[in-house]
């Protein structure tokens, strides 16, 4: 199941559509990183100012290393040494959808480790927009059956796999790195 899953995920995004998925945190609103149209399908979905920065999905630190021109040697430590997931911003980010980028050049990232998002992420080889399945504002969905069917119905495809797990999931830390290497911590 999980490979036919993978499959019809990645040719939904391929298409420009967007996905409701398992991520190795809470379940993602996803879509194609780099693809600005179903970026900004994902901002309409979860009713979000554009200003608000969302986090990319990779499966490897040689991929981070293709959208991050500099990162500096405490994140690669950082990413190693985590226990729980751990969401990075990056300074110096490029070949992400516009608006996936902040004003200052900035963007999050998180390499995923968790079975079906790193295989999604392997095969889709590019970034995956992972987004809280909620509207903005509304509390986060811990679980598959805590998302609203408003999220639901306004995706173009949901993921199948692991829909009946009833294990609560928690975001990921988020700290900004800046080039200099100086750690701040935006999400504890």
Same mark, same amino acid.
């Given at each position: 199941? @999980?490979? !036919?899953?993978?499959?019809?995920?990645?040719? #939904?995004?391929?298409? &420009?559509?967007?996905? /409701?998925? *398992?991520?190795?945190?809470?379940?993602?609103?996803?879509?194609?990183?780099?693809?600005?149209?179903?970026?900004?399908?994902?901002?309409?979905?979860?009713?979000?100012?554009?200003?608000?920065?969302?986090?990319?999905?990779?499966?490897?630190?040689?991929?981070?290393?293709?959208?991050?021109?500099?990162?500096?040697?405490?994140?690669?430590? @950082?990413? !190693?040494?985590?226990?729980?997931?751990?969401? #990075?911003?990056?300074? &110096?980010?490029?070949? /992400?959808? *516009?608006?996936?980028?902040?004003?200052?050049?900035?963007?999050?990232?998180?390499?995923?480790?968790?079975?079906?998002?790193?295989?999604?992420?392997?095969?889709?080889?590019?970034?995956?927009?992972?987004?809280?399945?909620?509207?903005?504002?509304?509390?986060?969905?811990?679980?598959?059956?805590?998302?609203?069917?408003?999220?639901?119905?306004?995706? !173009?495809?949901?993921?199948?796999?692991?829909?009946?797990?009833?294990?609560?999931?928690?975001?990921?830390?988020?700290?900004?790195?800046?080039?200099?290497?100086?750690?701040?911590?935006?999400?504890?």
């Amino acid at each position: 199941m @999980l490979a !036919d899953e993978v499959k019809k995920a990645v040719e #939904v995004m391929r298409a &420009g559509g967007v996905i /409701l998925y *398992p991520t190795d945190t809470i379940w993602g609103i996803g879509c194609d990183a780099t693809n600005e149209e179903a970026v900004k399908k994902v901002f309409e979905i979860k009713r979000r100012a554009d200003s608000k920065s969302m986090i990319s999905l990779v499966d490897s630190a040689d991929r981070l290393a293709r959208y991050v021109r500099n990162v500096p040697d405490v994140a690669w430590d @950082l990413i !190693d040494l985590a226990t729980t997931p751990l969401t #990075v911003v990056f300074d &110096g980010v490029s070949g /992400l959808a *516009p608006s996936m980028i902040a004003e200052d050049g900035s963007a999050a990232f998180r390499v995923t480790g968790e079975e079906f998002s790193h295989e999604l992420c392997y095969r889709f080889q590019k970034p995956i927009v992972s987004t809280s399945a909620n509207i903005s504002g509304e509390p986060t969905a811990k679980t598959f059956a805590e998302i609203s069917d408003e999220i639901k119905d306004a995706v !173009d495809y949901v993921v199948r796999y692991n829909q009946r797990c009833k294990e609560k999931h928690e975001p990921s830390k988020i700290v900004k790195i800046g080039i200099d290497g100086q750690v701040k911590i935006i999400r504890g």
